[in-house]
């Protein structure tokens, strides 16, 4: 981990907080809504064959 980053523990402890306020799920579902308004997005599964 680059030094400027300070220790792993803290970069970890930021992430857990960012994980549990939802941060990551609101970034992807904001992503998926820009992805959609451009007919960008296929959210299909494909079915195994």
Known sequence: MPQEFGLWSTVYDHF????????????MDAMITEA?????VDLSFPVPT
């Open 36 to 40: 959609a308004r451009r007919g960008q």
């Open 16 to 27: 857990r907080q960012w994980r549990d306020a939802g941060v990551f799920q609101a970034l």
